[in-house]
């Protein structure tokens, strides 16, 4: 049953963080951008047929669609326990790095390709790495998500030398808005769960049978001894415009 399922696997998912001290991993990341977009309309007409979406300024009640296209990108992850991470993310559309830096509740730095860099000499625990990206390594950041579908195991694979349980996730509602990977009106999500450590290395949406958004690890590595200054941003020639919290 999906119910049992769920509980047989919330252990695993939702535990992986704790089963490691520090992990770095390398991130595909792929989108069929026409499968993407039809996917995403059909969330866009549901949600304003059922008053669930509007838009922020008129015509308030009217659809907006967006088009998506293909993109193939590539993302380095460093994450030591509990909350310091450090994400670099090779522009999929065009060149240059995305950087998201947080050194747990001390400083973090943001920089984007086009120039945009942010610096705050604390977190409160609201800026982290992109969540589609974080969940990976601690699955217990989209447990809501998951929760919302009907899950089955599918059995058992193989990744980067690893063992795999291999999961469905059936989309239950589109009455909420999915979060992290969970790609907006999926019909459902193919998942490869590390069946010692509990982390995803691979998670697809799946539209009318087709994959049309892909999170795939492609390196892994645990309990690693990280260089220092891992967890802080300084580039040459960028100059960080600072945030403060209390603004």
């Known amino acids: 049953m999906a119910s049992d399922a ?35 309309a059909r969330y866009t007409e549901h949600g304003f047929r059922r008053g669930i979406l509007t838009n922020f300024d008129p015509p308030f009640d009217v659809p907006r669609y967006r088009e998506y296209a293909d993109l193939d990108e590539r993302s ?17 559309d065009g060149p240059g790095t995305n950087y998201r830096v947080s050194d747990g509740r001390g400083p973090w730095w943001s920089y984007g390709a086009s120039g945009h860099a942010l610096h705050s000499p604390s977190n409160d625990g609201g800026f982290s790495p992109e969540v589609e990206l974080s969940c990976l390594l601690d699955p217990y950041e989209i447990r809501y998500g998951l929760g919302d579908c009907e899950l089955r195991i599918l059995g058992g694979a193989e990744r980067l030398g690893r063992e795999t349980v291999e999961v469905e996730a059936t989309a239950v509602s589109w009455d909420y808005a999915p979060v992290g990977p969970f790609w907006d009106g999926a019909d459902d999500y193919k998942i490869s769960v590390d069946a010692q450590v509990g982390t995803i290395l691979r998670f697809a949406s799946r539209f009318r049978g087709e994959e049309c958004d892909v999170f795939e690890v492609t390196g892994l590595a645990f309990d690693e001894a ?22």
């Open 6 to 40: 769920f509980h047989r696997l919330s252990s695993l998912l939702f535990g992986a963080g704790e089963r490691y001290r520090t992990a770095r991993a390398t991130v595909r990341h792929r989108r069929r951008g026409d499968l993407a977009t039809e996917a995403e």
């Open 76 to 92: 380095r992850l460093w994450h030591e326990r509990p909350d310091r991470w450090r994400q670099e993310t090779d522009a999929g």
């Open 226 to 247: 990280f260089p220092e200054g891992t967890f802080a941003l300084d580039l040459p020639g960028v100059e960080f415009e600072r945030v403060d919290l209390l603004d």
